[in-house]
């Protein structure tokens, strides 16, 4: 189906969100899907358990599930299953998804010069091009690939966003604490800390499927379907090549299955790159958190600098009103309406007491000030 043809079946078609699909191949071929979850189960031929990881009202977390005939996909807004010739994906009119739908529809189609070696020559045909590295990556991987660069682009070009939000952010925070420019890190820091444990998951996912050498096997599903569909005479072709060795003649066939099924070397290939580059955006955000944690430590000692320099105010102020109080206490002495003998022609006495305190007060301050800075308690 033409491009133009799928985007008017879009634009004229209204679905609800758990009934719209869409259905690709590797021949360029795809059709829109109004169908019910119990439909979709007798045609991939799964359970509604494995259907519910898929489903979109339910907060599943990323997972790549693989089962005997289908792979199971979960990755944020991508919820897709993938057969070993078709992919199944849900809400193709999304925004975040129709751009995945135009990059299956371009890269699934193929000339199908491997299928028809397989219709021609039969399956054996297949697995000696693979080994000999000219046949081309099975569909489900390359449907598999084409979902892993989606969500990792998606989830690099979110940390690309909060970063262009947070750092001017916290360059103006240094430079002005205010509650707008707290209220606007807060808010950042907490977005940053939900978009982490998301990629972290799709990393944990892709790292789990690479640790265990088994689960990579269960995802080639082209594989499980040549094996299933092997008929003897192909079988006595694979025997015929170990025929100069009578001693493994008998377990010939086995072995060649055998070791063909524990190849997983280009899915592992697969994977590790996208592994790459999730870690890569996961770092990016660990390099964001440090900045964060940095200005947060900038602005606490700045704060407690503030605060060093109040305490250190309010001691003087102390020490001044110390200073005063010796003063008010000597006037107060003095105005008292007591009858005092020597009060009397004595008049040059209040000039004299008056410079007295005065000067005994300033130096009582000067006093206390350099105690406090021989103590450290108040900066030179």
């Given at each position: 189906?033409?491009?133009?043809?799928?985007?008017?079946?879009?634009?004229k078609?209204?679905f609800?969100?758990?009934n719209?699909?869409?259905k690709?191949?590797?021949?360029?071929?795809?059709?829109?899907?109004?169908?019910?979850?119990?439909?979709?189960?007798?045609?991939?031929?799964?359970?509604?358990?494995?259907?519910?990881?898929?489903?979109?009202?339910?907060?599943?977390?990323?997972?790549?599930?693989s089962?005997?005939e289908?792979?199971?996909?979960?990755?944020e807004?991508?919820?897709?299953?993938?057969?070993?010739?078709?992919?199944?994906?849900?809400?193709?009119?999304?925004?975040?998804v129709?751009?995945?739908?135009?990059?299956?529809?371009?890269?699934?189609?193929?000339?199908?010069?491997?299928?028809?070696?397989?219709?021609?020559?039969?399956?054996?045909?297949?697995?000696?091009?693979?080994?000999?590295?000219?046949?081309?990556?099975?569909?489900?991987?390359?449907?598999?690939?084409?979902?892993?660069e989606?969500?990792c682009?998606?989830?690099?070009?979110?940390?690309?966003?909060?970063?262009?939000d947070?750092?001017?952010?916290?360059?103006?925070?240094?430079?002005?604490?205010?509650?707008?420019n707290?209220?606007?890190v807060?808010?950042?820091k907490s977005?940053?800390?939900?978009?982490?444990?998301?990629?972290?998951?799709?990393?944990?996912?892709i790292?789990?499927?690479?640790?265990?050498?088994e689960?990579?096997?269960?995802?080639?599903?082209?594989?499980?379907l040549?094996?299933?569909?092997?008929?003897?005479?192909?079988?006595?072709?694979?025997?015929?090549?170990?025929?100069?060795?009578?001693?493994?003649?008998?377990?010939?066939?086995?072995?060649?299955?055998?070791?063909?099924e524990?190849?997983?070397?280009?899915?592992?290939?697969?994977?590790?790159?996208?592994?790459?580059q999730?870690?890569?955006?996961?770092?990016?955000l660990t390099t964001?958190r440090?900045?964060?944690?940095?200005?947060?430590?900038?602005?606490?000692?700045?704060?407690?600098?503030?605060?060093?320099?109040?305490?250190?105010?309010?001691?003087?102020l102390?020490?001044?009103?110390?200073?005063?109080?010796?003063?008010?206490?000597v006037t107060?002495i003095?105005?008292m309406?007591?009858?005092?003998?020597?009060?009397?022609?004595?008049?040059?006495?209040?000039?004299?007491?008056?410079?007295?305190?005065g000067?005994f007060?300033?130096f009582?301050?000067?006093i206390?000030?350099?105690?406090?800075?021989?103590?450290?308690?108040v900066?030179?």
């Amino acid at each position: 189906m033409a491009e133009g043809t799928l985007k008017s079946i879009l634009r004229k078609t209204s679905f609800s969100p758990t009934n719209n699909w869409i259905k690709l191949d590797g021949n360029g071929h795809s059709s829109i899907l109004d169908i019910d979850k119990y439909e979709i189960m007798r045609l991939v031929r799964i359970d509604a358990r494995d259907l519910r990881i898929v489903d979109p009202l339910l907060a599943y977390p990323s997972t790549i599930l693989s089962r005997e005939e289908v792979i199971v996909l979960n990755l944020e807004h991508i919820k897709a299953i993938i057969t070993a010739k078709e992919v199944f994906l849900q809400d193709p009119t999304s925004k975040d998804v129709a751009p995945i739908v135009k990059e299956l529809q371009r890269k699934l189609f193929t000339t199908g010069t491997n299928e028809r070696d397989v219709q021609d020559n039969g399956p054996l045909d297949v697995q000696v091009d693979e080994e000999d590295g000219n046949a081309e990556s099975p569909f489900e991987f390359r449907a598999l690939e084409i979902f892993l660069e989606a969500i990792c682009s998606f989830l690099d070009a979110r940390v690309g966003e909060l970063e262009i939000d947070t750092y001017p952010t916290l360059d103006e925070l240094t430079k002005k604490v205010s509650s707008r420019n707290l209220d606007k890190v807060r808010k950042l820091k907490s977005a940053m800390t939900r978009l982490t444990a998301r990629v972290q998951k799709v990393k944990e996912e892709i790292e789990h499927l690479m640790d265990d050498d088994e689960d990579m096997a269960d995802l080639y599903l082209s594989r499980k379907l040549v094996d299933a569909s092997s008929s003897p005479i192909s079988e006595s072709v694979a025997g015929n090549w170990f025929a100069s060795s009578p001693t493994i003649k008998s377990k010939s066939v086995a072995t060649f299955h055998r070791d063909d099924e524990n190849n997983v070397d280009e899915l592992e290939m697969l994977l590790e790159a996208y592994f790459m580059q999730i870690d890569d955006t996961l770092n990016r955000l660990t390099t964001l958190r440090g900045y964060i944690d940095d200005t947060e430590d900038y602005i606490n000692i700045h704060i407690d600098n503030h605060r060093n320099q109040l305490i250190q105010l309010e001691l003087l102020l102390n020490a001044g009103e110390l200073s005063l109080a010796v003063y008010a206490v000597v006037t107060g002495i003095l105005g008292m309406n007591l009858p005092f003998s020597w009060t009397k022609d004595h008049d040059y006495m209040f000039k004299w007491v008056v410079i007295f305190t005065g000067v005994f007060t300033f130096f009582l301050f000067l006093i206390i000030v350099a105690y406090a800075r021989k103590k450290g308690l108040v900066g030179s």
